[in-house]
């Protein structure tokens, strides 16, 4: 049994980032993880997320843009949808396939604020006051990432990130930032918070997609 446990713990002391995963799985709400969940997990690196009503909602747009602007939730449902399905992939292990996000196209928002020529990528912030994600302007213009505002044809719910978050179908979920709040327009990429511990910037699912 000791040298079972030791083995275990120098496998984690040789992969500092799936510990630090499993620590800040420890630390999050188990909820996601009972039956009845659909197969996702939730998680969470803040201590706490605040909840967000269609009434209180905002997501703000700024940056090297020629027209900064704010929505409200009501305003992001009346734009036109896209609908995109693909593959829920965590670097964790686990996976939910044909997964249905609906929402406004990135680069239908990215149109109407006008990128201005220096702008070279985007970053994302979410209302948890902690997580942060990063992509290109060529990835995020891609006609698979959306500011989702419906999951499994069904609102998003606070658990799932809601009522708005990102979904970039061609890459591992921790580039689909939850509870966003923020795009920015920047003149390089800034690493994400999972990229500052080590992660892909580029987390394609596929070396195709690049």
Known sequence: ML???GAGFAALAAAPLVQDGWERLASSDPTGLLP????????????????????????????????????????????????????VTCTDGWRVPRTPFTGVSLT?????????????????????????ESLTLEQARRSDVVVALDMQDKPLTHERGGPVRLYVAPMYFYKSAKWLSGISVTDQ??????????????????????
């Open 108 to 132: 239908h928002l990215l149109e109407v604020a006008g990128v201005r020529p220096e702008g070279r990528a985007l970053r994302f912030t979410c209302f948890d006051g902690v997580y942060t």
């Open 36 to 87: 009845g969940s659909g197969g996702f997990r939730y998680f969470s690196v803040a201590g706490s997320v605040p909840e967000r009503t269609a009434a209180d909602y905002r997501l703000e747009i700024g940056g090297l843009v020629a027209r900064p602007v704010t929505y409200t939730l009501a305003e992001l449902r009346a734009m036109p949808q896209t609908r995109v399905v693909g593959d």
């Open 3 to 5: 040298s079972m446990l």
């Open 189 to 210: 990429v800034v690493p994400g918070y999972w990229e500052e511990y080590g992660y892909d910037v580029d987390g394609w699912l596929d070396e195709r997609g690049a």
